[in-house]
């Protein structure tokens, strides 16, 4: 069964940092479009960062270019987004996603047809 784990969110001073885990059962990420988006209340569910984990390629949303930072490791079939600089407006579920039949570079802009979902993670940013 493919399923997969984000973990790491919590409540943070605007200004700090988190690093968010999503770590895969079931199947490798090699092969997969991988990436993480956010839902905030009221709004719909965005693309945030995206990896080709073969050739390290990635993918960042203009709002938090030069913050976040994707990364994988593939001995723990783990992806990481580190966050940095955060803001209140970061404020958000965070889900780990992957998908077999995208290509990398679609992922981020395509939530409506991502395969897998992680379970979701809260990361709530005070000003």
């Known amino acids: 069964e493919v399923q997969l784990q984000a973990f790491g969110g919590g409540l943070v001073q605007a200004g700090g940092s988190l690093r968010l885990s999503c770590a895969a059962s079931?199947?490798?990420?090699?092969?997969?479009?991988t990436g993480w988006f956010r839902q905030a209340p009221g709004k719909e569910r965005e693309g945030v960062s995206c990896?080709?984990?073969?050739?390290?390629?990635?993918y960042y949303a203009d709002s938090v270019k030069g913050r976040f930072t994707i990364s994988s490791d593939n001995a723990k079939n783990t992806v990481y987004l580190q966050m940095n600089s955060l803001k209140p407006e970061d404020t958000a579920v965070y889900y780990c996603?992957?998908?077999?039949?995208?290509?990398?570079?679609?992922?981020?802009?395509?939530?409506?047809?991502?395969?897998?979902w992680g379970q979701g993670t809260q990361v709530t940013v005070s000003s």
């Open positions: 079931g199947f490798t990420f090699d092969g997969f479009a």
């Open positions: 996603a992957a998908d077999l039949g995208l290509m990398w570079d679609s992922l981020c802009h395509t939530p409506s047809l991502v395969g897998y």
């Open positions: 990896i080709n984990i073969n050739d390290g390629s990635t």
